[in-house]
């Protein structure tokens, strides 16, 4: 069974750091292309941070860049989103996904992590 475990979320200040885990199994990881995703309260999931299967090549919501660092471990089954200098803005929860080509793309999520930015 595909499964997507995400953890490490929870309240912090703003200014504050906090890391951000995502444990796959049940696929071949290292084939697939792996994002976080966010989504705050009333507003539409948006794309946080993706990496590709490699590890190569990351991509960032414009918004985050400089803040937030997207990487894997393949060895692992991991995927991680360290989360820098955090904004009240940044509350949300906060989603893992994987996206990997059988016949078509298939994207796999996790269950989220809720993050809040408060003092």
């Known amino acids: 069974q595909v499964q997507l475990v995400e953890s490490g979320g929870g309240l912090v200040q703003p200014g504050g750091s906090l890391r951000l885990s995502c444990a796959a199994s049940?696929?071949?990881?290292?084939?697939?292309?792996m994002s976080w995703y966010r989504q705050a309260p009333g507003k539409e999931r948006e794309l946080v941070a993706s990496?590709?299967?490699?590890?190569?090549?990351?991509n960032y919501l414009d918004s985050v860049k400089g803040r937030f660092t997207i990487s894997r471990d393949n060895a692992k089954n991991t995927v991680y989103l360290q989360m820098n200098s955090l904004k009240p803005e940044d509350t949300a929860v906060y989603y893992c996904?994987?996206?990997?080509?059988?016949?078509?793309?298939?994207?796999?999520w996790g269950q989220g992590t809720e993050v809040t930015v408060s003092s």
């Open positions: 990496i590709t299967s490699t590890g190569g090549s990351t």
């Open positions: 049940g696929f071949t990881f290292s084939s697939a292309s």
């Open positions: 996904k994987a996206r990997y080509y059988y016949n078509s793309y298939i994207n796999y």
